[in-house]
Nanobody
Framework: QVKLVESGGGLVQTGGSLRLSCVVSGSFFRANTMGWYRQAPGKQRESIASISSGISTNYADSVKGRFTISRDNAKNTVYLQMNSLKPEDTAVYYC???????????WGQGTQVTVSS
């Protein structure tokens, strides 16, 4: 059973930065594409960034140039560096394995990011 534990969220002002982490239990991390998703109040969960096992990355247009996804296979951890945060980035952020839109595992609890204007 794979377990996902996200952390690093918080309250930040517009223009600020946060770094999210997601630790993945189990031996499936290294071989899988990993992604970050977010769900804002009243909206569907959306994929915003992904990183393949070969370290190629993809981003949603809404975060491109501001967010950076990375991974540390030795620590079974995927990161999301978020810069130039905007109020519209306010959401609960989740990670999961698999190609964007096709999550592999049960969702973790997520981490709340709130950006004040």
């Amino acid at each position: 059973q794979v377990k996902l534990v996200e952390s690093g969220g918080g309250l930040v002002q517009t223009g600020g930065s946060l770094r999210l982490s997601c630790v993945v239990s189990g031996s499936f991390f290294r071989a899988n594409t990993m992604g970050w998703y977010r769900q804002a109040p009243g909206k569907q969960r959306e994929s915003i960034a992904s990183i393949s096992s070969g370290i190629s990355t993809n981003y949603a247009d809404s975060v491109k140039g501001r967010f950076t996804i990375s991974r540390d296979n030795a620590k079974n951890t995927v990161y999301l560096q978020m810069n130039s945060l905007k109020p519209e980035d306010t959401a609960v952020y989740y990670c999961n394995g698999g190609v964007p839109g096709n999550p592999l595992w049960l969702w973790g609890q997520g981490t709340q990011v709130t950006v004040s204007s």
